[in-house]
């Protein structure tokens, strides 16, 4: 049996480690605080829409790689659906019923009259015009384009986090739109490397772009986290004495893990595959392991999303 991980199926089934991983951090959320099980379908929400972006966005580190549209179709129809549940589970929290007893009335009011509701509507019509048209471009290829997309995504990506509680903050809107979007950007990107970069020479011709993009958006999550983190928690010594800062150590400590793995592999993965010395299947390794942790994290920051 060879030890790499060549076809696509292999791949996916090896990128299906990231849903588990993200799955622990919300499940490690859930051990220092008590958080709501909505976390766990945000987290899953959140991983869907960065994988699209990341698969639009492929295109502009490697102009050979093609977007898989069959496969962007699918998971922007899986996002779409997973908002739309994410929707639900929030009307459910507002209206004070729960899910179990959530009449119809009850949800069109949230989506018509509380803003919370009208933001959910606009990102689930966000994530089904994506869906939309990614089905469509699979059908026709001669008039398609990943930038239109690419569009779409990103800004459905900012929207609730732009109009969500730091909002209210001066530059708040910046600084949360900032970090949600560098953070889907960061995690998308290697996770659409690993579904889509095949051979050596692809692997070779765009990882030290994708590390290059990655560190100006590295440096974008953990700036915007940490003051993000204390204008929430109002000081120091909420980190300790609250749930919500509890999660917040949790995530910094994953991203200092994240930090470390990824000096390291620049120096020895991006070099070595830059030179041709590392096999496909090496790389698609590393790849895998690192959106895994990344899953994590993102576990972690859908509880705080939710908890806040």
């Not at 909505?38 to 492929?58: E, K, N, P, Q, S």
């Amino acid at each position: 049996m060879r030890s790499g991980l060549p076809s696509g199926l292999d791949r996916r089934v090896a990128l299906g480690l990231a849903v588990p991983a993200g799955l622990l951090g919300v499940l490690l959320a859930w051990v220092l605080s008590d958080i709501p099980a909505a976390a766990a379908i945000r987290f899953c929400a959140d991983l869907a829409g960065a994988a699209v972006l990341g698969l639009a966005t492929l295109p502009r580190l490697n102009d050979r790689l093609d977007v898989p549209w069959r496969m962007m179709a699918v998971l922007a129809g899986l996002w779409c659906c997973l908002e739309f549940a994410v929707l639900v589970f929030a009307a459910g929290d507002v209206v004070g019923s729960g899910v179990a007893a959530l009449s119809p009335a009850d949800f069109g009011t949230y989506l018509v009259r509380i803003s919370a509701g009208q933001i959910g509507l606009a990102i689930l019509l966000g994530t089904a015009a994506v869906a939309g048209y990614a089905a469509f471009a699979f059908r026709r290829p001669l008039q398609r384009s990943p930038d239109l997309v690419l569009v779409f995504a990103a800004v459905t990506v900012t929207l609730r986090p732009i109009t969500g509680h730091m909002s209210q903050q001066p530059l708040g809107s910046v600084l949360a739109g900032v970090h949600a979007l560098a953070a889907a950007i960061w995690l998308g990107l290697l996770l659409a490397l690993a579904l889509v970069v095949r051979g050596r020479r692809d692997w070779a011709a765009t990882l030290p772009r994708y590390s290059a993009i990655a560190m100006p958006m590295v440096a974008a999550v953990a700036v915007t986290g940490v003051i993000n983190g204390l204008v929430r928690v109002g000081g120091v010594m909420p980190f300790f004495t609250t749930g919500y800062g509890r999660i917040m150590i949790a995530k910094s400590v994953l991203l200092i893990v994240l930090l470390a793995l990824g000096w390291w592999w620049r120096r020895s993965w991006v070099a070595a595959a830059a030179a041709h010395r590392m096999s496909a299947e090496a790389s698609l390794r590393r790849a895998v392991l690192e959106v895994a942790v990344m899953a994590a994290v993102f576990g972690l920051a859908a509880s705080l999303a939710i908890t806040g």
